[in-house]
């Protein structure tokens, strides 16, 4: 166990040329396995945007009444490749090069695409059972070709860099993940040379079926574990820290430099994710830690994340997220079983996150991440199943405090008293029997102000001192 696996995100993998010094050319730049994103905003141009929907190639393709919209599509990923590479690129010979790597894949793609359309055009195929094929396809098209260029790059500034291409294109053998990176492996030696590997791998179970665009920190996170690495690296543009700094100010927030695991769930929990729950759990079942460091700032070791149990306890941040909140009434409800199930199943069938949830005698409340669009379809249903309830949604917004270990520490107490001090209100509030976390529920544009109200009130130099002399009386 004397290599890292460590992972470059897509914003990172932009400014790839500022980090061939920093990241890579280190005195000892071997023992490390690299994966890597597609370039920022090439996954979104294939599939739909992340944030905002807008439909990409898939997108396109799926709702095609003809070829040109997801064909110009796909044009427009290649102009896209084209464009992220040659800003890093400074080789005429690695530019060709990559260029004709782009027209290989893309043409590639279409031809597929094409011959899958004629295909399903007789009326024993259907073009919905292939959807997530081609989904997986065109996800595995972004990865490739950044893991192309990374080898390039790297090559041409003297280091032994190893393309592996977990991506499976044109392959025939149906294989698992785990098949899939210990075969790619098998000849690899990480002390010689530098493997840059595909953070979209195709595989029998189908990534995208479970992990839709999570799938990089999955094959990340197995590599780590297959491997037997010593570490997992996360290499963000920023430091995993106690706060946006956008919210608090940039001069408060603190770099968290040590938590566990659990505070990683709950993060992830308020959208704010310092890894895949998923890839997570393969990482703690392996007992390989994690660490997320900035890539521009290389000197500095980041935040380690692992299974110890805080030495205090202590608040380490505070986030918040955007809300639906859906309210289901009934007066018969109580003692009467299968409301909650129900309500369980219909937000499975939409696909709705569940960030939190509240009952009492007669009420069921769930705080939920999703949009209004797909929050009417539910009412819609859960109507159907209990005419005489009375169903609501309402745009809310949730702040969180979280730590390793709140106890002592008075946070539902505390917050609630800083935020009245504030001129704001909160709506409800929860907090866990673990002491990891304090949920305050708000009015959307309280959101940013109450972050940094709970921030200066559990975190800033005099916070800290008032939950030292708390831990003394306790």
Known sequence: MTHTVEKIGGTSMSRLDELVDSLFRRDEPYGRVFVVSAFGGITNLLLEHKKTGKPG???????????????????TVADAMIEAHEAVLDHGADRDMAREFVRERIEGARNCLIDLQRLCSYGHFRLSEHMLQIRELLSGLGEAHSAFVTTLLLQRHGLNARLVDLSGWRDKDEVSLDARITSAMSGVDPETELPIVTGYAQCVEGLMREFDRGYSEVTFSK??????????????????????????????????????????????????????????????????????????????????????????????????????????????????????????????????RIVSKQSNANTITHYL?????????????????????????????????????????????????????????????????????????????????????????????PAAEASAELQKVA
């Open 57 to 75: 190639v898939y997108a396109e393709f799926a709702n095609a009444d003809n070829n040109r919209g997801w064909q110009d599509a796909l044009d």
């Open 223 to 352: 590599m780590a574990a297959l491997t037997g690495a010593r570490e997992a690296i996360i290499h963000k543009e920023f430091h995993l820290s106690s706060a946006d700094p956008n919210h608090v100010g940039q001069e408060n927030v603190r770099k968290l430099g040590h938590t566990n695991y659990d505070v990683a769930d709950q993060l992830s929990n308020m959208g704010m994710e310092a890894i895949h729950p998923k890839a997570a759990k393969t990482l703690r079942q392996a007992d390989v830690p994690l660490r997320v460091t900035n890539a521009f700032e290389p000197h500095d070791p980041g935040t380690l994340i692992d299974d110890k149990p805080a030495e205090a306890p202590a608040v380490e941040i505070v986030t918040g997220l955007d809300i639906l909140a859906l309210e289901l009434f009934e007066q018969d409800m109580l003692g009467v079983k299968g409301y909650d199930s129900a309500i369980l199943d219909v937000l499975t069938r939409h696909d709705v």
């Open 369 to 461: 991440d999703t949009s209004l669009k797909i929050m009417r379809r539910v009412e819609k249903d859960l109507q159907k199943l209990y005419p005489s309830a009375r169903i609501s949604t309402r745009t809310l917004a949730m702040a969180s405090v979280i730590g390793r270990d709140l106890s002592g520490l008075s946070v539902l107490t505390r917050g609630h008293a800083a935020i009245a001090e504030a001129g704001m209100a909160t709506l409800g509030a929860t907090q866990g029997l673990r002491n990891v976390d304090v949920q305050f529920i708000l009015e959307r544009d309280d959101l940013k102000p109450v972050i940094k109200v709970l921030h200066d009130a559990f975190i800033s130099a």
